[in-house]
């Protein structure tokens, strides 16, 4: 999934930014503001691979701001506004459509059930300003997996 998560992110994301990046001098908000659900590892180190890759892709470290649920709530009341959010999670994907930002977010290691289902609560639509890069497993895997799991069970 991270291997995916890095092909994909940096390719979505510049395709939001590189047209203003030409028309506006570098501004001292962040351009990509990555909100992570909380600071367990796994979104730690998808939250430092993105950061990396878009590194790579030329985004300079200044421009990406990486923040926790808790952390952005409080953020929120001065105004932070990015070009782009990327939520990780799903606390972080209800939070910012709870909010309503105006800025596009692209939601990632959510599965597609909870993405459809906080839209749907913040009667939002998917579309450009709001996606999402699922979670989700085959159903074969999660068969392999309660197979793993259960190996006597028959039913």
Not at 11 to 40: F, G, K, M, Y
Not at 45 to 62: C, D, I
Not at 88 to 116: C, Y
């Amino acid at each position: 999934m991270l291997s995916m998560l890095r092909l994909l992110m940096p390719v979505w994301v510049w395709c939001l930014l590189a047209p203003q990046a030409a028309a506006q001098p570098r501004a001292v908000e962040p351009r990509v503001l990555i909100v992570s659900s909380d600071s367990t590892a796994a979104y730690m180190e998808a939250a430092q691979a993105l950061t990396a890759e878009l590194g790579r892709s030329g985004l300079p470290a200044h421009d990406i701001r990486r923040l926790s649920v808790s952390e952005w709530s409080l953020q929120t009341e001065q105004a932070t506004s990015p070009r782009v959010y990327v939520a990780l999670g799903t606390l972080a994907t209800n939070a910012l459509v709870t909010r309503r930002v105006s800025t596009p977010v692209l939601a990632a290691l959510i599965p597609r059930h909870s993405f459809e289902r906080a839209l749907g609560n913040g009667a939002r639509k998917p579309g450009s300003d709001f996606s999402a890069i699922y979670l989700d497993q085959p159903l074969q895997r999660q068969l392999a997996m309660i197979r793993l799991a259960l190996p006597q069970a028959k039913r």
